[in-house]
């Protein structure tokens, strides 16, 4: 037995070795691989996971536009209120607010192009990340060209419902009455699609970094939606999952362009019904400290 011991250690030994070898390995492998091989989320739009803010500093910096160095500072316009006049302003503007919803049943009846740019200016005031203004907005009138729009939704979107989206999604949806058939795509007037911009391109042909780009046209897109409702239009937003690259081609816009949302926008129709939700009220959603 003694003669054995020795063999015996030796043995425990390169066991010992070989599992915290492996131990390191199969971790590295883990590091290695994407963190969403995990969990699979099918409803995540592939052509927006670009995470381009995390790793635009990691770009060749001879591809990259030198930021300006000096912006003239001019004396800022301000307008304030007196304190009940604040309070009248606020109610009236949330009471106009309260009644946006999300309408599904458009009419065809045509829309004042002036008003369609009011609305696109307006969401361009929104704040973005260096004033980078990341967004593109395009408007879509022609009938054949919204009509290829709604077959590639419909197709994607079937996918989706039937696929992607998973069984809790499509339960919750099925209060709303909403499935993959967008009629609204046709018969609005108006399509806005918004696109958000991985970078911009200088004049010298060079990359502009455009800083928290999804968050920015996010804000836009809000505002977008507040303009629309004070200007008595209604639209449903729509995020078709996975249809990005396919309208980006269709529509000609650039691969540094990624399709964030899309507003089908005009009056709705007479016979337009909407679900009978409530909001939560203030105190469920603030919270002071």
Known sequence: MFFLTPVLVAVVCILIVWIFKNGDGSSKRRKGEPRARAEVHPWVDEDLKDNTDLHQGEEDANDWQESEEDVEHIPFSHT?????????????FYALLSKRRSVRFISNEQVPMEVIDNVIKTAGTAPSGAHTEPWTF??????DVKHKIREIIEEEEEINYLKRMGRQWVTDLKKLRTNWVKEYLDTAPVLILIFKQVHGVAASGKRKVHYYNEISVSIACGLLLAALQNAGLVTVTTTPLNCGPRLRVLLGRPTNEKLLMLLPVGYASKEA?????????????RVTV
């Open 80 to 92: 304030r209120y007196p304190e009940k006049e604040m309070v009248k302003r606020s109610q009236e």
């Open 138 to 143: 395009v408007v879509v009138k022609d009938p």
């Open 273 to 285: 019904t909407v679900p009978n939700l409530t909001r939560k009220p203030v105190d469920q959603i």
